[in-house]
């Protein structure tokens, strides 16, 4: 799968990985950091959560229409640089009032503007290097193991913020419980009831501190509120030191892919053979393209939950602790043994040689019982976290990229692999299926409003979660790479950064619209906001399917 592919590829994916570590660090925990600090509730942290997904997707758009003028490099550079700026900015612990409020929305614009120079013109030249004859039928491929690369960041990001998160909390005397913050601000409030002023008050006496322990509420609350939220102000510094990272591996590499740093302007002084198409060529990709974005917005809108609903539903409604083999989910190396292993199993069959063949069925072993080893020595049952729940996705991505690719392959092989836009369609369907099992997993259980943002007395087992990570995994996997490598492949030369940008558009909208079920968070019967999400999803699949024939003969 990685034979055969231009260097520059490597170096473009590999950048793309840390800056992704740190984006991904930070969304793991933002929305717990919005409601511990400010005491936000659903409906408000929802509104500037998803305010701001939006602006990071929506920004690609303004700097691809600047790198088409300017060029791609010079855009990515800037933009690692105004991202580096912003994560220092948010790592700063402030109070939590207005001017607080104030600088990190600052902080936060800092970060889109940033996201937006970087993000789409690092992947148009990504497309870029496919333009060569030589490569272009590795396109899709070149884009599935890309975007495996992000998720290889992002798999490892819940886990950063996690240990972060506990080892300053550990310094102040503290352990996280996810009662503790709503309970406080009520508290702080004075809105709380007796019997949860009796449940802050036993919470408050398990601190390791016997100091912090034997605190009054009125002391201990604040206390809390304020080491809480500058411990994830420790998490989001992190990035800062990714951005280094990325920055390093672009600069340092930037040989193997500068002949793919040209936009419009420059490639048609560059080569005679040079052809642009005509206008009637280009308003149809563009039209096609434009009804392909309008379909993905519902797609991030139910996928976009990870941060924000399915993180409420992890914190509120499923159980602190993991039993059985469903431990080893909890285990960052563990997982990512597991996910080396699948490429060394691959390697194993695929290999040209029987030596090379023997020593990657050797060392896939040697992974499986890591793995094992790992896993014997967790504790059962082994408490978990709340944020841990988003490394599922990526972890899916990264071990399930190289079966993707092995069956589209073998379709293609036939004539048979499905066009991009039946993937997308595909992918839709698909990740109805995953709002499906969180109607399940919501049976019988209270009202986010009965709750309060307190925990479920009778919380679902983690395997809910998990089960639909991995099916909105499979979605994913149908219709983002494949979307990417058709925006490189199917816009007009000239457009090539501005669609790029357009299709980071679409996702704005729709992390914009993710805000909805937080919305109605606690306004609706929980099941609810998932049959939304599903039926949403749905519809949007049958739209593509009722337009495929004219997006087919637009890009043919």
């Not at 080569?271 to 917005?297: G, H, M, N, W």
Request: charged share 10%; hydrophobic share 50%; aromatic share 14%.
């Amino acid at each position: 799968m990685f034979k055969g592919q231009p260097k520059g590829l490597f170096a473009l994916a590999l950048a793309n990985t840390g800056e992704r570590f740190g984006y991904y660090t930070m969304l793991a925990i933002f929305m717990l950091f919005l409601q511990a600090k400010f005491g936000f509730e659903q409906a408000a942290a929802s509104q500037l959560y998803a305010i701001f997904l939006a602006a990071v997707y929506f920004m690609p758009v303004v700097g691809g229409w600047l790198a088409d003028k300017i060029g791609f490099g010079k855009c990515v550079v800037t933009g690692v640089c105004v991202m580096f700026i912003g994560y220092l900015c948010l790592s700063i612990p402030t109070p939590a009032n207005g001017l607080g409020l104030g600088l990190m929305i600052a902080a936060l614009t800092l970060i889109a503007v940033g996201t937006g120079l970087f993000k789409g013109n690092l992947q148009v030249m990504v497309g870029n290097l496919y333009d060569d004859p030589k490569y272009a039928a590795k396109r899709d491929s070149a884009f599935s193991l890309f975007y495996m690369a992000i998720n290889v960041g992002a798999m490892f990001a819940p886990s950063a913020a996690t240990a972060i998160t506990n080892r300053f909390l550990g310094k102040a005397g503290l352990i996280y419980k996810a009662d503790i913050p709503a309970l406080a601000h009520q508290f702080m409030n004075s809105t709380i009831t007796p019997e949860n002023t009796e449940r802050l008050r036993a919470l408050a006496t398990q601190m390791p501190d016997s100091a912090v322990a034997s605190m009054d509420l009125a002391s201990f609350s604040p206390y809390y509120i304020e080491h809480l939220a500058s411990s994830y102000n420790m998490g989001f510094a992190v990035a800062c030191v990714s951005l280094i990272f990325s920055i390093a591996i672009y600069l340092g590499c930037r040989s193997w892919f500068r002949h793919a740093d040209v936009n419009a302007k420059q490639a048609s002084k560059q080569s005679e053979s040079y052809q642009e198409l005509t206008p009637k060529q280009t308003k149809d990709r563009i039209v096609a393209l434009c009804l392909v974005f309008a379909v993905v917005i519902f797609f991030w809108m139910a996928f976009h939950q990870n941060g924000s609903s399915l993180t409420w539903f992890a914190r509120d409604y499923t159980q602190s602790f993991a039993t059985g083999w469903t431990r080893i989910g909890f285990n960052i190396w563990a997982l990512a043994l597991i996910a080396v292993s699948v490429y060394t199993l691959f390697a194993s069959f695929q290999s040209e040689t029987k030596k090379a063949k023997l020593i990657c069925a050797a060392v896939t072993l040697v992974l499986w019982g890591g793995a094992y080893w790992i896993y014997s020595g967790l504790s059962n049952p082994l408490e978990i976290f709340p944020q841990l729940f988003q490394q599922f996705n990526p972890f899916f991505v990264v071990a399930l990229t190289p079966v993707s690719m092995a069956i589209f392959s073998a379709l293609a092989s036939k004539g048979k692999e499905p066009s991009a836009p039946k993937k997308i369609g595909l992918g839709m369907f698909v990740a109805a299926l995953g709002y499906l099992i969180m109607i399940f997993a919501s049976r019988g259980q209270a009202s986010p409003a009965v709750l309060e943002g307190t925990v479920s007395p009778d919380p679902v087992v983690p395997t809910y979660l998990m089960g639909t990570y991995l099916v909105l995994t499979f979605a994913e996997l149908l219709l983002s790479p494949m979307g990417i490598s058709f925006v490189s492949k199917v816009a007009p030369p000239k457009y090539k950064g501005l669609m790029m940008g357009l299709w980071f558009a679409a996702t704005a909208v729709g992390n914009y619209l993710s805000s909805i079920p937080g919305l109605l968070w606690k306004a609706v019967p929980l099941w609810a906001n998932w049959a939304i999400l599903m039926a949403l999803c749905v519809i949007a699949g049958a739209v593509m399917f009722a337009l495929m024939k004219k997006l087919e003969a637009a890009t043919a």
